[in-house]
């Protein structure tokens, strides 16, 4: 194990390591280093979201299978070919429309167990059917978990 620490953050982790008999190696962090500033961060993470959504298919699913809210936690479609939906996920709609969601919004495509998959980025609704674009190109969808954030179709904020 090597940990790099400042001022001795990780002593507690690292001693329970050594105990169980892992070697570990401290070293300090370069004087180079320091966190990015919150400018940083921000273009950092729209990169990673212009990249993720490059040369993304748009693919169709029900509106029903729209997550909402996720207060209850996760759950489980209906079906694996990524277009009908049951609408019977925490807070999905249920009647196979999708209110308040508009093209741009960042949606999160998950398994059956609640686990995402990968983003995308809705591009049409159709009263039934929602249009995302995504790089995710697994059969087992199950839920778009709706995000909080929109952006443009080159991936920059709305």
């Not at 040369?55 to 070919?81: I, K, T, Y």
């Not at 609704?125 to 969808?141: E, F, G, K, L, Q």
């Amino acid at each position: 194990m090597v940990a790099i620490e400042r001022a001795g953050e990780l002593a507690a982790l690292l001693a329970l390591l050594e105990r169980e008999g892992r070697a570990v190696h401290r070293l300090a962090p370069s004087p180079a280093a320091r966190p990015p500033t919150p400018g940083e961060e921000e273009a950092y993470r729209e990169g990673r979201l212009r990249a993720h959504l490059y040369d993304a298919s748009v693919r169709l699913f029900g509106a029903g299978r729209l997550v909402l809210d996720w207060a209850a936690g996760p759950w489980s479609g209906n079906g694996s070919d990524g277009a009908a939906g049951n609408g019977h996920g925490p807070g999905g709609t249920g009647n196979g429309h999708a209110p308040g969601v508009a093209a741009g919004t960042v949606v999160g495509l998950l398994d059956g167990g609640g686990f995402c998959l990968g983003l995308g980025r809705v591009q049409a609704v159709h009263d039934d059917r929602v249009a995302v674009a995504t790089r995710v190109t697994r059969r087992d969808v199950a839920g778009l978990r709706v995000g909080d954030f929109r952006v443009a179709e080159d991936g920059s904020p709305l």
